[in-house]
Each structure stands twice: as C-alpha cells, then as structure tokens.
C-alpha cells in the first residue's frame, strides 16, 4: 500500500474514477485521498463515491495535505487554477495533470520548470476500471515519479509512457476512441434488429462480442489479423461479413477517425498555447 497523499483539484467524474480505483485496488486508504471543487454537487458525489475521503471547496488545502496533485479541471478553467497553486505548489509536489490539451510547457511556465510535472491523457472507460492512457513527464519528474504514476494508472485500466508529442495521437485512438466503438456497437446493434433480434438482445450481443473480442487481443500474443482468420471460414458466413466491410471501406475509415482526432488535439493544443 502506497503511503502517499493524493488530492485532486477538481472532483468531477474522472477525478471519482481514479480515485475509486486506487482504493478499489488497495493501493491507498479512503483517508489518504482529498478532493477539492467549487460545486457543492461535486463535493457531495465524490464524497458519496468514495466513502471516507475528505473534500473541500479550499484548492489550497489540497495541496498543503497532499503529496500527489491531481489536475482535474477543464482546460479552459487551468490557467486560473495554476495562477492559484502557484504560491502553495513546491518541488516536494508531483503535479499530474489530466486536463486534454494542455501541455507541459504550459504547466511549468506557470508552477516552475523545477516543479515535478507529469501529463496524462486517459479515456472514459477508466470510470469501469477498464481505461487506457498514455502519459509524459516533465523535464523534472524522476523515474520513481513516472513509476509511482504508472501503477495508479494501472488501478484503472492500461497505462503506456510516451513522448509528449505522442499524446496527441493517444488522444486520437484512446480518448476519442471509446466513441468510434459505441458508434460501432449501435450499427452492429441496428444490423441484429435489421435481421429480427429484439433490441435488447441485440445490443447486449454486440457489446459482448466487442468486449470478448477485445480481451482476446490483450489475453494473448496473437495478431488480430491471425484471431480474425480463424474466424473465417472458406466460403462461410465471416468472410461474406468481411467482404461488406472492406466494400464499406471500414478500415480506411476508422484510419480516417484516429487521424482527424489527433489533427483536431494538434490543432486545440496549438491554439492554448498561443
């Protein structure tokens, strides 16, 4: 068990996610964790969620009880939250920032280029213990740091360390991503109905064998290309599916989708900077 303190400078749903599965995980005690919010909603749910954890409306208290800060807000509300942290936050700080977007150097042009910055990009499903991010360190952040972060990040999902430029194409793939999979679900959803099955059982048929799919992948070593191929039978049902989407140009598309993601994640991250 980790005997860090962690505080979160906004209590929103991603903040609850995280914060659920490192005491989920064991990693740390309900006490050890702090969240700080100026919506009384927010303060009240994350206190709800995690039973025993302290809140506050006070940033300020955060960071004077934690050794672990979380940045939770959203980007266009962290310039104002930094300006605040900047007299409190200390080399003795790991700040970690999930806010999308915003990037290192403008972390540190506001908290120091000494102040230990680490920035993450996770993704939605992390609020089911299923998430996937990819994260940086500033030029401060030691390896203990990146290590530290890397198991916190695993109570929640899969975590992979990058280069900072990489996190836009993380964004791309990983945090736009979980939409192009519901997108994906409600068609294979509306091709059962299409051909008789009730709703519901479509749905639930689509969402499984999306998520047996995937567990497929990551249980094993095995290419999805040699996984799909032993699906596919000589002149059967698979192939004859496959054939459709190769008409449909599926692959083509969702190559199209991570990059317009990550061009549009360039794109934003260019125009906070300037």
């Not at 806010?99 to 680490?118: D, F, M, P, S, Y």
């Not at 596919?232 to 599916?241: H, V």
Request: net charge negative.
């Amino acid at each position: 068990m980790l005997t860090e303190k962690i505080g979160f400078i906004g209590g929103g749903q991603m903040a609850r996610a995280l914060a659920e599965g490192f005491v989920r995980a064991e990693l740390i005690q309900a006490d050890q964790l702090i969240a700080s919010d100026p919506a009384a909603s927010a303060r009240e749910a994350f206190a709800a969620a995690i039973g025993g954890a302290r809140v506050t409306a006070d940033n300020a208290q955060v960071v004077a009880e934690s050794q672990v800060i979380f940045l939770a807000v959203k980007p266009q509300y962290m310039d104002a939250v930094l300006d605040e942290l900047s007299g409190h936050v200390t080399t003795d700080h790991l700040v970690v920032s999930i806010a999308a977007g915003v990037r290192l150097a403008a972390l540190a042009a506001k908290l120091g280029e000494n102040q230990r910055l680490i920035r993450v990009m996770p993704n939605t499903p992390a609020l089911v213990g299923q998430g996937a991010s990819g994260f940086a360190l500033g030029g401060a952040a030691t390896e203990q740091d990146a290590a530290l972060l890397e198991r916190l990040l695993q109570a929640v999902g899969l975590a992979f360390r990058v280069d900072e430029k990489l996190l836009d194409a993380v964004t791309g793939l990983s945090g736009s991503g979980p939409a192009f999979v519901f997108v994906m679900i409600e068609a294979l959803s509306d091709g059962g109905v299409r051909m008789g099955l009730p709703r519901h059982v479509a749905t639930a048929l689509a969402a499984q064998t999306v998520r047996g799919a995937a567990e497929m992948v990551l249980s094993g070593n095995e290419h999805p290309s040699v996984l799909k191929d032993r699906v596919t039978s000589p002149g059967g049902t698979t192939i004859a599916g496959l054939q459709a989407l190769e008409n449909g140009r599926l692959r083509a598309t969702l190559i199209g989708a991570v990059e317009a993601a990550t061009k549009r994640s360039i794109e934003l991250g260019a125009a906070d900077a300037s």
